[in-house]
């Protein structure tokens, strides 16, 4: 399985950004898929999360309210809109398929995603 990050860059605090994590495998509708991003020095961060078909979504708390996952399934291709962009988002944003692995389901967890990409750098000045 490859995820191919893009979309990062260095914007203004107040900015807008939009993330895209393209797929490989045919198989990619069938999972669901999250966002996780990670600051010099700091734990990977759950950042959102959607079902295989988009119907349910889940946010970490300090972005709910600005930033927004979707997928296109067809085009084995997530996507994370980023609104109001702050310097606390700095960060290098990973995007990760989820694995059902049994027991509880939270979609929050890194050891939940089987598959990560390499990431995007996203820098936010004030």
């Known amino acids: 399985v490859q995820l191919q990050a893009s979309g990062g860059g260095l914007v203004q605090a107040g900015s807008s950004l939009r993330l895209s994590c393209a797929g490989s495998?045919?198989?990619?509708?069938?999972?669901?898929m999250g966002w996780f991003r990670q600051a010099p020095g700091r734990e990977r961060e759950f950042v959102a999360a959607?079902?295989?078909?988009?119907?349910?979504?889940y946010y970490g708390g300090s972005v709910k309210g600005r930033f927004t996952i979707s997928r296109d399934n067809p085009k084995k291709t997530v996507f994370l809109q980023m609104s109001s962009l702050e310097p606390e988002d700095t960060a290098v944003y990973y995007c990760?398929?989820?694995?059902?692995?049994?027991?509880?389901?939270?979609?929050?967890?890194?050891?939940?995603?089987?598959?990560w990409g390499q990431g995007t750098q996203v820098t936010v000045s004030s």
């Open positions: 495998e045919l198989t990619f509708s069938n999972y669901a």
């Open positions: 990760a398929r989820h694995i059902a692995r049994g027991g509880t389901v939270t979609y929050t967890e890194p050891l939940e995603y089987d598959s």
């Open positions: 959607l079902t295989w078909n988009g119907e349910r979504t």
